[in-house]
């Protein structure tokens, strides 16, 4: 049976960018060979980059074990990833290289070398050892963005104790029904952390955590707030008082390629947060092929940040181990984008020669929000690529970053991936790809992904499901202690296919253009409708900073578009705006993608990792009682949204 679209392909972007010629001419990659290598024979192709990009104890003996869903890497390998990243480089003289430039949200400042981070690792190593961690014990870690973090992360791959970083936004609740799936043993946090202006607690939402987390035995505390806190005798230690005497030699545990690395729950929408499995050898291969080849990486000169948060996969695969695993100089930074004031970002490219940027779409269009002046204020001529990732990037917004970010000089890689998948997947190779604003391209060298229809038949042309068809390297082994659920949700949809969950459209020349969340599509008339083209088009608007797409039950279409929008800063709104937005998304992209009502709004609820929370604005529109707002960035926003919405006129 021929495959049939089951998403409409219906926003059409035709401006190109081939790679400027000055960046080709340096790229590591300049041209095709190394995909080709590697469609040729994708085992031998990962197997060779498992070689060169990671120093293991001992060699593998074959290079994937695969009983679909469960994959085994590079098996028979015995390596240590803090030896990777740490170690070898000392080893090598490039000890005195940074490796962290950390500016605080206050403003202090700590310059980091691979040396420095080497000897703290190993005394952090040794003083987790002398509170009983062992091999296989499992760890969490709830911390604010200090170097301590990475410390903590690294000690723990040192001894092959899985770390499980929560995020330090996370409440008590999270923290404490995580801290009790894995398991963990000792707590790794801060009093507190910088975050815009003032110190949020990290210590009293950690204490009612361990109140009903039984097999917490140690509770290390990093001072950085300096706020107040009680210490409770023989389980809480302060992090400076056990490093005093620590001793920094602590030689790393040899583990096997298929050893845990980490947990990294992902809340999902409803369910019990599943605890998603990274092991060793793949890990660290693919996220150091990815951070080397996407970002065109030069170590000895260039100065890389990925702005996102380590308590992320983001942070864990590009702030932590693919950057360090390749002896990359990265920047860190604690605080939010518009502390002091809307141009921090910005002074800390300048100050620091950033040559490399990797944000969210949520981020560059906070910025479109917030107008050119902010960047034009800077000096950000030592960047040369851009990165993005974590939504699709919407066309306008893409282009504004090439533009008043990159200055018209650097290519703009949007990358797709997930927690799941732990590296990037899709994206452009920056010297190779001809680029096309708001598209992540081609799947990379290695990976394969096949967008299917309904029955799983896969089609060249058009929107569906998008689908990965062989393991990768850095691929989640399952979710922790529960397998089934591992295997019915990400292989049962499709037979002997992964499915992201997203979906994808591919265009004449090949291209591959993610939609957002299948769970998303909305139903108009019979027609399956993507919300992020509709968002797309009115993004495309010179006027809309941002905008958020959902489709209410509606009597005569089953479905309508309702769309919540933020204009640029400055411009004011009355209905005759929403009517000329309506308008421009049917000229843009037809009528069926016309919104029925605009709701315009100063904010949008979103994930504290920056995600659109469709689901509470599908509440907001069909009027119903919220659900489960706990994973708000800010709550507040989703009350104004209700006030506005009762007031916007909808069409007849
Ligand atoms: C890295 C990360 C995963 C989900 C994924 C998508 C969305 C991420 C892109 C993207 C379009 C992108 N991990 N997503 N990157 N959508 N283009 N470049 O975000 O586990 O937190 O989220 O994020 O829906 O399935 S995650």
Not at 49 to 75: G, I, M, N, Y
Not at 174 to 202: C, H, M, Q, W
Not at 214 to 222: C, F, L
Not at 433 to 456: C, H, M, N, R, Y
Request: with cysteine; aromatic share 10%; proline share 6%.
């Amino acid at each position: 049976m021929a495959a049939e679209p089951t998403i409409e392909a219906l926003y059409l972007e035709d401006r190109t960018f081939p790679p400027p010629e000055e960046f080709r001419r340096n790229a590591l990659i300049a041209d095709a060979k190394i995909s080709e290598e590697a469609e040729a024979d994708w085992e031998g192709f990962w197997a060779k980059q498992a070689r060169e990009l990671v120093s293991w104890s001992t060699d593998f003996d074959t290079v994937l074990e695969w009983k679909l869903p469960f994959a085994k890497w590079f098996v028979g390998g015995r390596l240590n990833v803090s030896y990777n990243c740490l170690d070898r480089h000392v080893e090598a003289g490039r000890g005195d290289r940074v490796a962290y430039h950390w500016e605080g949200e206050p403003g202090d400042t700590r310059t980091i070398t691979y040396a420095d981070l080497h000897t703290e690792v190993g005394k952090f190593a040794n003083v987790l050892k002398s509170l009983g961690v062992e091999k296989g014990d499992r760890v969490a870690i709830y911390m604010p963005m200090i170097p301590e973090l990475p410390v903590a992360m690294l000690a723990c791959a040192r001894l092959g104790a899985p770390h499980s970083v929560v995020f330090g936004g996370f409440s008590s609740d999270a923290l404490r029904d995580r801290i009790n799936d894995a398991e963990a043993k000792v707590l790794i946090t801060a009093d507190g952390g910088n975050r815009r202006g003032s110190v949020f607690p990290l210590k009293p939402p950690a204490d009612q955590a361990i109140a009903e987390a039984p097999s917490i035995e140690h509770v290390i505390v990093v001072a950085r707030g300096k706020n107040d806190v009680e210490m409770v005798e023989g389980r809480d230690h302060w992090y400076h008082e056990l490093m005093r005497d620590a001793s920094p030699d602590c030689p790393p545990e040899p583990m096997d390629s298929e050893d845990l690395l980490y947990l990294l729950y992902t809340s999902g929408t409803t369910a019990k947060p599943k605890g998603i499995m990274h092991t060793t050898g793949g890990y660290l291969t693919q996220v150091a092929f990815t951070h080397k080849y996407v970002f065109d990486l030069h170590p000895d000169t260039d100065v890389y940040w990925c702005a996102a948060d380590i308590g992320w996969v983001t942070g864990h695969s590009y702030i932590v181990y693919g950057p360090l695993a390749n002896g990359a100089t990265s920047v860190i930074y604690e605080g939010t984008p518009d502390t002091p004031n809307r141009d921090r970002l910005w002074s800390i490219v300048e100050k620091y020669r950033v040559t490399t940027l990797y944000t969210a779409p949520t981020a560059i269009r906070t910025f479109m929000k917030w107008g050119p002046q902010e960047p034009e204020q800077h000096d950000l001529s030592s960047l040369r690529l851009l990165g993005s990732v974590g939504e699709p990037i919407n066309p306008e917004a893409w282009v504004w970053y090439w533009q008043h970010i990159g200055g018209g000089r650097c290519p703009v890689v949007d990358t797709w991936w997930q927690t799941e998948t732990g590296a990037i997947m899709i994206s452009p190779l920056p010297g190779v790809t001809t680029l096309k604003p708001g598209s992540a391209t081609f799947p990379l060298p290695g990976i394969a992904a096949e967008v299917v229809d309904e029955q799983g038949n896969r089609f060249e042309k058009g929107g569906g499901y998008l689908t990965l068809t062989r393991p990768w390297p850095s691929m989640l082994r399952g979710i922790y202690r529960d397998p089934e659920r591992y295997q019915e949700t990400y292989w049962s949809r499709f037979a002997g296919r992964y499915f992201a969950g997203d979906g994808a459209k591919v265009d004449d020349d090949g291209y591959l253009w993610l939609l957002g969340r299948v769970d998303d599509v909305m139903n108009v008339s019979g027609h399956r409708v993507s919300t992020t083209e509709v968002e797309s088009a009115l993004v495309d608007h010179q006027t809309v900073a941002e905008a958020a797409v959902v489709g209410a039950k509606d009597e005569t279409t089953g479905q309508a578009i309702i769309a919540f929008v933020t204009l640029k800063g400055g411009i004011e709104h009355d209905a005759a705006h929403g009517e000329m937005l309506r308008e421009h998304v049917a000229a843009k992209i037809g009528r069926f993608g016309r919104p029925k009502t605009i709701i315009f709004t100063d904010d949008l609820p979103k994930t504290r990792s920056g995600k659109i929370m469709r689901r509470l604005l599908r509440d907001v529109a069909e009027g119903r009682d919220l659900g489960d707002t706990t994973t708000l960035a800010d709550p507040a926003v989703v009350d104004e949204i209700r006030r506005r919405s009762q007031t916007s006129p909808t069409e007849e």
